[in-house]
C-alpha cells in the first residue's frame, strides 16, 4: 500500500547560525555544468544482454500438476477441479473452480498444506475478479531471469509519456509491468535479505535515465550501510 502524505505548500525557512555573510561556501556553488538542450543521447539499450528464448513449456509437467493438485484438494475435503493453467515467468497459476457450496475460506486455509503436498517452498491463494475461480500460485521449480532490456522495449515502457516511468518486471501472465512515480509520489520496496531490491532499485534508476537526460535526473541517494547507493 502506498501513503501519500500531506506536503505543505510553502517550503520551510533554513536557519543558517552564525555564518558571516561574507564567509565563503565550502565548495562552488555552481558545480554542475548543464548540456545543452538536444544534445543529450540516451545510450542505446544494446548495452544489454538480449532477452533470451522464452523457455518451452511442459504441458505434461502442467498436466501433471493440475491433477496432483485437484487431488490434493479433495483430500482436505475440498472439492472441485482446475479449470486453467496460467504458467508465469516465476510462478505458475492454476485456476482452482470449486464445487457449489465450497467457502472460499475453506480453500484459503489450504495454503499450507498445499505448499507441503506440492512439495513447494510456498503457495499463494488469491481471489480471480470477476471469476468464480480462485487462484493457487505456485513457484516453478526454475524461474525465468526477466532481462531489462526486455522491458525497456516494451510498448508499456516505450508508449509512456512520464519522464518517471518505472520498470517493475512481469505479472505472474507474463506481461511487462511500469508505473508512473510522479502519480505515487512514495514507494517502499520491501523483502527479505537476497530477494533483489537493489537490483529492482537499479532497474528502476535506470528506466528513468532512458527517458530524461542526466541535467532532468537529479536525485539524493542515501544508503546508511553504504553498500549498494
Known amino acids: 500500500k502506498l501513503h501519500s502524505p500531506g506536503i505543505p505548500k510553502q517550503n520551510p525557512s533554513i536557519q543558517n547560525p552564525g555564518r558571516p555573510e561574507s564567509a565563503s561556501l565550502p565548495f562552488p556553488s ?28 511442459d504441458e505434461r ?12 484438494c479433495q483430500e482436505f475435503s475440498v472439492d472441485g477441479s482446475v479449470d486453467q493453467i496460467h504458467p508465469g515467468p516465476v510462478v505458475t497459476t492454476f485456476e482452482f ?7 472460499y475460506n475453506k480453500i484459503a486455509a489450504l495454503a499450507d498444506d498445499l505448499s507441503l503436498a506440492m512439495g513447494a517452498e510456498r503457495v499463494l491463494i488469491e481471489r480471480i475478479p470477476g471469476k468464480s475461480t480462485v487462484g493457487i500460485q505456485i513457484p516453478n521449480a526454475i524461474r525465468e531471469q526477466i532481462p531489462l532490456r ?31 512515480l510522479a ?3 512514495h514507494l517502499l520496496i520491501a523483502g527479505a535479505t537476497g530477494t533483489g531490491k537493489s537490483v529492482a532499485l537499479n532497474c528502476m534508476l535506470t528506466s528513468i535515465l532512458y527517458r ?18
Do not use: W
Open 212 to 229: 530524461s537526460s542526466p541535467d532532468d535526473v537529479r536525485l539524493i541517494l542515501i544508503d546508511p550501510k553504504r553498500l549498494e547507493l
Open 97 to 103: 473452480k470449486p464445487n457449489s457450496g465450497v467457502k
Open 30 to 57: 555552481e558545480v554542475i555544468k548543464l548540456t545543452r538542450p538536444g544534445s543529450y543521447t540516451s545510450p542505446p539499450v544494446s548495452l544489454f544482454d538480449s532477452p533470451k528464448a522464452a523457455q518451452k513449456i
Open 150 to 180: 526486455e522491458l525497456l522495449e516494451s510498448d508499456c515502457y516505450t508508449r509512456s509519456v512520464s519522464k518517471l516511468t518505472l520498470v517493475l518486471g512481469k505479472t505472474i501472465h507474463g506481461e511487462p509491468v511500469t508505473s508512473d
Open 183 to 185: 502519480t505515487m509520489p
Open 61 to 72: 509437467k502442467l498436466m501433471t500438476a493440475a491433477r496432483l493438485l485437484g487431488e490434493k
